[in-house]
């Protein structure tokens, strides 16, 4: 029998181990969860018009990066085409000043094919007429036959030189004039091309264009949605802080509206909603982009952010973290402001001694503190 319970209290063990191990693997996935959705949002922007006007300011400035990496982009391509009809215009007059060049001994040589011509015609002419009507009389008038042979043998070489040296000089005509037309081939082509990639160029200018000029309008389309944000953010300060200045004991904690009455409920970015852990987590998040977790209790921050890397001091900087270690879970509170005489001004959570409702978990704000009574996380700050 005892064998018997001992292995059911086991059994329990078990049992029991494994809920605790589903419900903390839950909250770390809730954790984790809630994290990547919250959004950080300037100082002083909780209302919902304050919101869709920054989030109107990210998209407009975003498309305004865009349209301008767009508009760099194609500048890069048009100077290229730009080179490229450079090279085809280089291209187009070397090919020009050879197909000049080449009708330059076109006509050359058609003037001596015309010379040669002119000379072989009147060589015949002249032959004819120094001829002899027939060979009797050719042979009467020589003084022997080897003196006909040599007289006809004198014509036909005459005869036949021009022949060939015209018949050169044609040959070489209507090579030049091949070579000229494959030129002239080449140049039609390098024009074309040309014209091809002038097109393409000054289609790429006006898209450089348009992208200058969406970009300039969504700047404009940023600049009026910030516009919007800043004069919602005064009107929050306004209801909450007549001294105007952001942040300066004015909450701008996301859960505000869920705190006291949801302290420690659950789990936002920092630690649980309504405490200490949370606000500073948030306000990392808001000024910094930092996002918080498993740093543990307040106490444990100083040592959790050397081990993040980030500076500890006892030397208090606008928008660090100061930390407690005393209690029994240290306290956290965000640094607002350094005054002239070396106090801080700090907003916290949690703490009922300065909350204006005087509950735990509610919000609170304190002016001209010593600085020597607390440590401080700069997070602007690193250590690698």
Request: charged share 20%; proline share 2%.
């Amino acid at each position: 029998m005892v064998r018997q319970k001992h292995k059911t209290i086991g059994l329990r063990s078990i049992f029991m181990f494994a809920v605790i191990g589903i419900v903390s693997a839950a909250s770390i996935f809730l954790t984790l969860e809630s994290e990547t959705d919250v959004k950080a949002y300037p100082a002083g922007c909780v209302s919902q018009a304050c919101r869709e006007a920054a989030d109107r300011a990210d998209a407009s400035e975003a498309a305004a990066r865009e349209a301008a990496n767009n508009a760099q982009t194609l500048e890069g391509e048009v100077a290229r085409l730009n080179s490229e009809i450079a090279a085809l215009e280089d291209e187009i007059s070397m090919n020009q000043a050879i197909a000049e060049d080449l009708s330059s001994q076109i006509t050359l040589n058609e003037n001596k094919l015309s010379l040669q011509q002119t000379a072989l015609a009147k060589l015949l002419v002249d032959l004819h007429f120094e001829d002899e009507p027939d060979a009797i009389t050719l042979l009467a008038s020589s003084s022997s036959l080897g003196d006909l042979a040599e007289r006809q043998s004198r014509q036909d070489t005459v005869k036949n030189q021009v022949a060939i040296s015209a018949e050169a000089i044609k040959t070489l005509k209507e090579e030049l004039e091949a070579q000229k037309a494959s030129v002239d081939a080449l140049i039609a082509s390098a024009e074309l091309s040309r014209t091809e990639v002038t097109n393409l160029r000054n289609q790429q200018q006006e898209l450089i264009t348009r992208y200058e000029n969406d970009s300039a309008a969504y700047e404009r389309d940023a600049a009026a949605a910030r516009e919007t944000m800043q004069q919602e953010i005064a009107a929050e300060i306004a209801k909450y802080n007549n001294s105007g200045v952001v942040g300066e004991g004015w909450n701008s904690y996301p859960w505000a509206d869920r705190c006291p009455q949801d302290n420690v409920g659950y789990i936002v970015v920092g630690g649980y909603v309504c405490q200490c852990t949370s606000y500073a987590g948030w306000k990392a998040q808001e000024f910094f982009g930092i996002y918080i977790s498993n740093w543990g209790n307040a106490k444990d921050w100083g040592t959790s952010a050397r081990r993040a890397g980030y500076v500890v001091d006892n030397n208090p900087t606008p928008h660090s973290i100061a930390y407690s270690t005393s209690g029994i879970y240290g306290h956290v509170m965000w640094v607002e402001s350094i005054n002239a005489n070396g106090t801080i001004n700090l907003t916290e959570y949690n703490n009922s001694a300065s909350s204006k409702s005087g509950l735990p978990g509610d919000f609170g704000a304190r002016y001209n503190v010593n600085p020597s009574m607390y440590s401080y996380i700069h997070l602007d700050q690193r250590l690698w």
